[in-house]
């Protein structure tokens, strides 16, 4: 305990722990109220951003379709040509329940679901841009127009450098006190209140005090040795997309002085991503690049040349975020996505033209087995299966869920078109982890809850420390939504 009268005056109103996406909103929340705001970033100035760095900047959002968004999104050209369907709550909520298997906080979901909108808003009027996200959710059609599906259309402008620049930008117009290179390590406590943080930085420790403490300071994914402990044996194999810094400091400091643990602890948000691309980690100059989303479009075979999962069984959207576990399952944690010449123009340029990419590429399914070392006859032998076993009668479309289908084992349920036409191409990816489900309790304001339920006054959390809103797998783009709109919660109250 720190005694009041022994310690100094307080540096700040509220200091927020971690710069990412919810890190400033919360700040933004805060200043824009006239709280002084420090805001302390483990990295430097050239490791700084946290997750979102890495992200592609998408942010799931309801809307009543294109003229809805007009007002939030820069002009585009295209905008003439584009339907965007609208995308309503209720769609909004069925999609979280459906995907956590209804593991998903209601009452957290309700706020995610009705203010991220209104909140995208708020932060465009304070200098945020964003855009419609054409390269990632949306197909030109052959009369050159576009239609946008999967429920995720609206992204910032730069992906996720583009969201921290201007999020660092608009901070500093708003007085933010940015400290970089400070990791917070402990809380200070004064009478069940929290008054401050303890740390480490490159002058040495230093201790800060403040009238409230917003931990938004993400998971425990980059921290080996807790995925093993909770997610379980393997996963201390898992490549990390974002930030090497979220090793569960903020997490562990909460529970020391009585957090209720939030969320789901055993589950995580992975995904296919590039497996032997030198520096395939943390990279922050491909960033998001390094993942492998086109792979509804194919199919994906371990190294005994089989298919283990339903490529096509939703909008990637609703997969891909647990599909990195299913890689992490196959012999040596490796898999590879095939398709064929047809395919191929289809595919995401970001990723799949990225410099130095995992692939491999040949005239015949054999040939493409032995370059990547599997049994010519099994990879063979599951092509021929899968094609011959292609619903032919089913007009191919990736903008709706089309239903055609290969009744081959594992059944693909969408986009089974038949992989007939060479040049082959097969891209391995292993499981790259994203953030974890579990944090720590709050209530909907971003308080944070003790064993009792009660509140630890002065305490606060968001984005990926919050737990409560995700298990076993999320709809992309809800994220970053949910950092916006319980930093935006924390920063007004705190």
């Not at 700040?27 to 109220?33: E, H, I, S, V, Y």
């Not at 239609?147 to 117009?173: K, S």
């Not at 939030?262 to 030198?278: I, K, L, N, R």
């Not at 943390?282 to 960033?287: I, K």
Request: charged share 25%; with cysteine.
């Amino acid at each position: 305990m720190t005694q009041e009268n022994l310690r100094p005056e307080n540096d700040a109103d509220v200091i927020v722990v971690g710069g990412g996406n919810a890190g400033f909103t919360a700040a933004l929340a805060a200043a824009t109220r006239g709280r002084k705001v420090i805001l302390l970033e483990r990295g430097l100035e050239d490791m700084a951003g946290g997750n979102s760095f890495y992200t592609a900047g998408a942010t799931r959002i309801a809307h009543d379709g294109l003229e809805d968004l007009k007002d939030l999104v820069e002009f585009d050209e295209r905008h003439e040509t584009t339907i965007v369907p609208p995308y309503s709550a209720e769609e909004y909520t069925a999609d979280l329940v459906k995907v956590t298997e209804g593991k998903n906080d209601p009452e957290l979901t309700k706020v995610l679901v009705e203010e991220a909108a209104p909140t995208l808003r708020w932060l465009k009027s304070l200098g945020l841009r964003y855009r419609l996200m054409y390269e990632r959710q949306a197909y030109e059609r052959p009369d050159g127009s576009f239609l946008f599906w999967g429920g995720l259309h609206v992204g910032n402008v730069g992906g996720g450098e583009g969201l921290i620049a201007d999020h660092t930008r608009v901070a500093l117009e708003n007085g933010v006190d940015i400290r970089y290179g400070h990791r917070a390590l402990a809380l200070i406590t004064e009478d069940n209140r929290v008054v401050g943080v303890r740390g480490e930085n490159p002058a040495g420790d230093f201790e800060l005090y403040a009238e409230s403490v917003i931990m938004t300071a993400g998971g425990y994914e980059s921290n080996p040795q807790w995925r093993e402990e909770h997610l379980g044996q393997g996963w201390e194999n898992a490549k990390v997309r974002g930030t090497p810094y979220n090793q569960g400091d903020m997490i562990k400091a909460a529970l020391e002085i009585g957090a209720d643990k939030g969320g789901d602890f055993s589950t995580c948000h992975s995904v296919q991503w590039d497996a032997f691309t030198p520096n395939n980690e943390s990279n922050r100059e491909l960033t998001n690049r390094l993942t492998r989303q086109s792979y509804f479009l194919g199919v994906v075979v371990n190294k005994n040349g089989e298919r283990f999962l339903d490529e096509g069984a939703d909008f990637r959207n609703y997969t891909y975020a647990k599909y990195g576990k299913e890689i992490l399952k196959q012999p040596d944690s490796i898999a590879y996505q095939i398709f064929d010449a047809t395919l191929r123009p289809m595919l995401r340029t970001e990723e799949y033209d990225m410099p130095e990419i995992s692939v491999q590429q040949a005239d015949t399914v054999e040939e493409l087995a032995a370059k990547i070392n599997l049994d010519p006859q099994a990879l063979s032998r599951t092509i021929n299966d899968y094609n011959a076993n292609v619903d032919r009668e089913v007009e191919f479309d990736p903008t709706v869920k089309d239903g055609k289908s290969s009744s081959t084992s594992p059944h693909k349920s969408n986009w089974a078109s038949p992989l007939e036409n060479g040049p082959f191409y097969a891209y391995a990816v292993t499981c790259g982890i994203t953030f974890t489900f579990g944090g720590v309790k709050t209530d909907t304001e971003g308080r944070v809850l003790n064993e009792q339920g009660e509140h630890i006054p002065g305490l606060f959390a968001a984005g990926e420390m919050l737990g409560g809103l995700f298990s076993t797998n999320y709809p992309g783009g809800s994220g970053l939504a949910a950092g916006c709109v319980f930093g935006r919660r924390a920063g007004s109250i705190a």
